[in-house]
């Protein structure tokens, strides 16, 4: 089947430091990847629509400046956390789908510590 | 073995009808999210559980945390309500980690 590898699994860093998270789907053409942030004891939200070769598209209440969303290929799509911060800390997912109707292919998730 | 699994894979039903789409899982869990996602867009979280029953609008979830199984219900069904429905899971033991349901993708025909 499908597969969304998702990099890196954890990361720890100090405030301030920016961190990019790869999402790539490793045996089909991703036309549309998707990012999630989920805080402790909630849901999962959708920051964020990014199709190949096109701007993403953000959720309301999404920073599009600190959360760099860039998809340059069809099989890859990167989330940077830009200047990070304590409040930033959260598990962050990816999912990509090869069409808009297809079934969504879910990274493994990113667990986003920051100190 | 799937450590998710849902039922049905796919499902087409007629305007009005009762919907039930089933989860079980296999693993510890502290939580239990039902998902949904309309064609072309990205998921949106219909509820999250741990324990019980949970109501809103049309949409019922409920879980049993003794047999590990969880139904999303739909009344009244309606067009509108065609989507993939995915059922993820909040392992205990494994950082947190999330593992989802290969979805149900549901028709309702007017």
């Known amino acids: 089947g499908a597969v969304v590898s998702q990099h890196p699994s954890w990361v720890i860093c100090k405030s301030g430091t920016s961190v990019k998270i790869e999402c790539r789907s490793l045996?089909?053409?991703?036309?549309?990847m998707f990012w999630y942030r989920q805080f402790p004891k909630q849901s999962l939200m959708l920051m964020a629509t990014?199709?190949?070769?096109?701007?993403?598209?953000?959720e309301q209440g999404v920073e599009k400046d600190k959360f760099l969303i860039n998809h340059a290929s069809l099989t890859l799509s990167t989330l940077t956390v830009t200047s990070a911060h304590p409040e930033d800390s959260s598990f962050y997912i990816c999912?990509?789908?090869?069409?808009?109707?297809?079934?969504?292919?879910f990274g493994d998730g990113t667990r986003l510590s920051i100190l | 073995k799937n450590e998710v699994e849902q039922s049905p894979q796919n499902l087409t039903a007629q305007e009005g009808e009762f919907i039930t789409i089933n989860c079980s899982y296999s693993?510890?869990?502290?939580?239990l999210h039902w998902l949904q996602q309309h064609p072309g867009g990205g998921i949106v979280s219909l509820f999250m559980?741990?324990?019980g029953k949970k109501k809103h609008g049309r949409l019922i979830a409920t879980i049993n945390i003794q047999e590990k199984h969880s139904s999303l219900h739909i009344t009244a069904s309606h067009p509108r309500d065609s989507a993939v429905y995915i059922c993820?899971?909040?392992?205990?033991?494994?950082?947190?980690?999330?593992?989802f349901g290969k979805g149900t993708r549901l028709h309702i025909l007017p």
């Open positions: 693993v510890g869990i502290s939580a």
């Open positions: 993820a899971v909040r392992l205990t033991n494994r950082d947190d980690k999330i593992i």
């Open positions: 559980l741990s324990s």
């Open positions: 045996d089909f053409q991703a036309t549309t």
């Open positions: 990014s199709n190949e070769g096109s701007k993403a598209t953000y």
């Open positions: 999912s990509a789908s090869g069409t808009g109707w297809g079934p969504q292919h």
